[in-house]
């Protein structure tokens, strides 16, 4: 029998909230017979969604969609830190508390990234040992996915700190994703070992001294679509940087793919003939099936979904965090950073 699980939704975060949220997460309950959601932010603006959802026969599994009040909301306007202690009875500070509290085992989020950030750091905390925690996300190559740490978290990081990623990464992607053995890149502007600025320099040799890492050596971003690496490791301004490249350039490829096959009777034709083929194609470079980005290294599991999520996103983020619990990956971050701990302190 699956593992119970409860989530500690963030209702009101999001560019699509409340809707899309909990539309989400009663499609993910309706799916995961362990999960129990609570949905967590203005109780009349969720059970007048849940009532709409009712309306449009979509099942409500009303006893594992549970609503906590929370009467107040962070935006993308507020100074994080200051919205994280002020607004303490917002969407983002509750639901954390119900994770520190024990009463949910992991959170999820479309809203604020900082407030997301600091309430991860200062709620739920790191593990022992864990310097900083990272954002990891999943990106399509062309040999299925590849992780990116860190993808937003830490925009200044030192070498160890970039090891580290680079351990929590490898396992994130050998017990969620079933990689054994990933192999681990360091983006780089060059593949020699002699290339990068002060920071690669000097986490390259820190990388290829470990023997519990698969480490590969450098990687360029060009070689990244083509999934020569499983773990991409750099800091978060460059991995940001990244990652909002690979969204826009994906989302004007398929645009520029449309326009073209509607250009004339043509191409409309070939078009048709295409569709199956292309379509197929294309849902392999579809996101939104890859859930949010897991902050790793915490107590808990805290999860930043994009902020224009829709109800396919949450339901994704929902299923990982239940392959989270159940493939228990923070007790094998846990141990890996305790057993690094121990070799520092021989």
């Given amino acids: 029998m699956a593992e119970k699980i409860t989530v500690a939704l963030?209702?009101?975060?999001?560019?699509?909230?409340?809707?899309?949220?909990?539309?989400?997460?009663?499609?993910?309950?309706?799916?995961?017979?362990?999960?129990?959601?609570k949905l967590v932010g203005q109780t009349q603006a969720i059970t007048d969604t849940l009532n709409k959802l009712k309306g449009e026969n979509l099942p409500i599994d009303?006893?594992?969609?549970?609503?906590?009040?929370?009467?107040?909301?962070?935006?993308n306007d507020d100074a994080p830190v200051?919205?994280?202690?002020?607004?303490?009875?917002?969407s983002v500070v509750?639901?954390?508390?119900l994770v520190k509290n024990g009463e949910a085992d992991a959170f999820i989020s479309a809203g604020s990234t900082g407030a997301?950030?600091?309430?991860?750091?200062?709620?739920?905390?790191?593990?022992?040992?864990?310097?900083?925690?990272?954002?990891?996300?999943?990106?399509?190559?062309?040999?299925?996915?590849s992780l990116i740490i860190d993808c937003g978290a830490n925009v200044d990081s030192r070498a160890n700190h970039l090891v580290q990623y680079a351990k929590m990464g490898s396992l994130y992607m050998?017990?969620?994703?079933?990689?054994?053995?990933?192999?681990?890149?360091?983006?780089?502007?060059?593949?020699?070992?002699?290339?990068?600025?002060?920071?690669?320099?000097?986490?390259?040799?820190?990388?290829?001294?470990?023997?519990?890492?698969?480490?590969?050596?450098?990687?360029?971003?060009?070689?990244?679509?083509?999934?020569?690496?499983?773990?991409?490791?750099?800091?978060?301004f460059t991995g940001n940087c990244i990652l909002k490249f690979y969204e826009g350039i994906a989302k004007v490829l398929l645009g520029k793919v449309k326009e073209s096959i509607y250009a004339n009777t043509r191409s409309k034709i070939g078009g048709a003939l295409l569709k199956p083929s292309l379509k197929n194609t294309l849902a392999t470079f579809d996101t939104s099936k890859f859930g949010g980005a897991p902050m790793l290294g915490l107590n808990k599991l805290v999860v930043?979904?994009?902020?224009?999520?829709?109800?396919?996103?949450?339901?994704?983020?929902?299923?990982q965090c239940v392959t989270f619990a159940s493939e228990h990956i923070?007790?094998?971050?846990?141990?890996?950073?305790?057993?690094?701990?121990?070799?520092?302190?021989?």
């Avoid at 923070?330 to 520092?344: G, L, M, P, S, T």
């Fill in 94 to 97: 509750v639901a954390m508390r």
């Fill in 330 to 346: 923070d007790e094998f971050i846990r141990e890996a950073i305790d057993k690094d701990n121990e070799v520092v302190g021989d």
């Fill in 174 to 236: 050998e017990h969620a994703c079933g990689v054994k053995n990933p192999k681990v890149g360091l983006l780089n502007i060059g593949v020699e070992e002699e290339k990068g600025n002060a920071l690669v320099k000097e986490t390259y040799p820190l990388l290829k001294n470990r023997t519990d890492i698969n480490f590969t050596g450098s990687i360029e971003a060009r070689q990244i679509p083509y999934g020569d690496a499983d773990v991409i490791v750099c800091d978060a």
């Fill in 304 to 319: 930043k979904a994009h902020g224009s999520s829709k109800a396919k996103e949450i339901d994704a983020a929902l299923h």
């Fill in 116 to 145: 997301v950030l600091v309430g991860g750091q200062l709620l739920i905390g790191r593990l022992h040992g864990v310097e900083r925690s990272p954002l990891a996300t999943l990106i399509p190559t062309a040999n299925g996915v």
């Fill in 10 to 37: 963030d209702a009101m975060g999001g560019d699509n909230a409340p809707y899309e949220i909990v539309k989400g997460a009663a499609m993910a309950v309706n799916e995961l017979p362990e999960l129990t959601v």
């Fill in 62 to 75: 009303e006893a594992r969609l549970l609503i906590v009040e929370a009467s107040e909301v962070i935006t």
């Fill in 82 to 90: 200051m919205a994280v202690r002020r607004k303490k009875d917002s």
